[in-house]
């Protein structure tokens, strides 16, 4: 017999080289989960993280957003949690982890995006700057690192279908991977459960830059310009139903079950008016400081991305393409400001300067030999701003290590609902007075000391007690529960439930942004009910618990 047939080397390498980028792929996101596991111990947000679970388990119990309780978010991250909730059980720590597998991936996705725009190599500072960063957000729950996550995913897979029809050099619709087109459209569906204003600006900067690129890059010249049009509509169409495939039945669903003017109304006419005269902040001051770094570095970030993509593709034929997808990603952060643009603060613009971090890679490589400016100098800036943008998050994860201990001694007082976050003993002290007043089923309100004037509310108490809402408004927020016809509401609520026992905080008193949540509306309604109603039963910290007079 013949000696046995043995692969030769560099084919047993190319063999196991899918099995060695998954293995690493793995790594990188198990270390992004790991350097984010510290944080998990971090304090209950009562308002921002308290309305995400709070909500979730109100569609757990079969409640339906925008008809049964009022939010301005997107479904998506009630109805994931509502489902975690129901296999792993009503926890903040289930909420957690899931926020911290989003991050983790969204890190990753960064990197993934970053070397379709450069190379896998330049990419992994995007990842480690990345991955830095949404740790150092907190916001634990928030929406929008999944709703950054799927639609950066979706540029993604829509510039691996572009560069595959651009390897193939064949007409549009057939050079298009349809696989990686599906794939963004469904990407993009996602977005949008997750959060639709974040999935109809991802859709717009890549129809602005998908469509063009076919039409002048894949299409004949030598054809009609209508036959160029209809086969460049043509080739986009499996990622458009991909879309559609998840947003239409969550759209119908939603039209049926609410009413298609509070639907409206909630999602977008509130935040498109309303919102910015609450919610409104100044610009942080423009000065060499590292803590702005989020809010300036994407205007020197974008202009320079995008100049260095131009030269590079006038001078390499192979660098078109990436040029097209560093357009993509540029226009996609840049509508990204309209947040921050009304909220200044670091949390809102995780969307304008992500997708800045994302491009870093792009300015290390520098200009192309050819141009005027020397390469060393845009590279650079992009060392220095990726310095720049790593200070905070390192800084602020060695104060997490360093008063861990402490923060683990907090945690003695915190129900076993909100582990692995931490409450405060008054907090907790007046949960565990409810709970002891009321059933399981009993409704109850938690509000203001005041009503006529709102910034925030303690909407993580109705989660920490597990006590349904009397009304539909367990987020209180100015502009809504502080005019007339919603108390109105409120108060019609609280009388046809015979509410018992409602629970009121002054702990937001102090709060004074320059916006209309610090003026008052004159709309004393509420108050005056509660006042007439109901008589103080117990006082613990800033919380006062009254009972209904007989």
Known sequence: MGEPF????????????PLVRVALFAAMIAAAIAHLYPTMIAPLNIYDEGIIVY?????????????????????GQLYALAGLFRVFGVQIAVERWWDVAIRALLAFVMFLLAGQLTSRSAALVAWLIGALWVTYYGFFGYPIFAGLL??????????????????????????LDRRWLVAGGLALGLAALFRHDMAIYCAAAQMAIALPFIFVQRTPASRPIFE?????????????????????????????????????????????????????????????????????????????????AVLRARSDADARAQAWGVAMVVLFGA????????????????????????LLPVLLRGFPATAQVPSAIVASVGAVLSVAAI????????????????????????????????????????????????????????????????????????????????????????????????????????????VRYVVLTDMFEGANEPNDSARSTGVTLLDEYLAERYRTANVIGPYRILVRRP
């Open 55 to 75: 909500g979730a388990t109100r569609v757990m119990h079969g409640e339906i957003p925008y008809r049964d309780f009022w939010t301005q978010y997107s479904p």
């Open 6 to 17: 043995r692969m030769p080397r560099f084919a047993e390498a190319a063999a196991f080289a």
């Open 335 to 358: 509508f990204g400001f309209n947040q921050a643009r009304v909220r200044s603060d670091t949390i809102h613009t995780v969307h304008f300067f992500l997708c800045a971090v994302v």
């Open 150 to 175: 799927f639609s950066l995913f979706s540029i993604y897979a829509l510039l691996r279908a572009m560069a595959s029809n651009a390897a193939a050099n064949r007409p549009a619709g057939v050079g």
């Open 228 to 308: 160029r049009v209809v086969a460049t509509v043509r080739a986009v169409l499996p990622f458009a139903l991909g879309a559609l495939a998840l947003v239409a039945p969550a759209f119908i669903f939603f039209v049926v079950s609410a009413s298609p003017a509070e639907l409206i109304r909630q999602l977008f006419i509130f935040p498109l008016t309303e919102f910015p005269k609450v919610r409104d902040l100044p610009y942080p001051k423009l000065d060499w400081s590292v803590d702005n770094v989020q809010f300036y570095a994407p205007f020197l970030v974008y202009p320079l991305a995008v100049m260095s």
């Open 391 to 498: 200070v905070n998050p390192i800084a602020g994860y060695i104060g997490v290590i360093e008063s861990r201990p402490a923060a683990e001694r907090e945690q003695r007082m915190t129900l076993p609902i909100g582990l692995p976050g931490r409450s405060f003993a008054q907090q907790t002290m007046a949960v565990a007075t409810l709970q002891r007043l009321t059933a399981p089923d009993e409704r109850i309100y938690v509000g203001l000391a005041r009503h006529d004037r709102v910034f925030a509310n303690d909407a993580m108490f109705y989660f920490l007690a597990q006590r349904p809402s009397a009304t539909r408004y367990h987020e209180l927020h100015p502009g809504v529960t502080n005019t007339l016809p919603v108390q109105q509401e409120m108060v019609a609520d609280l009388e046809r439930h015979q």
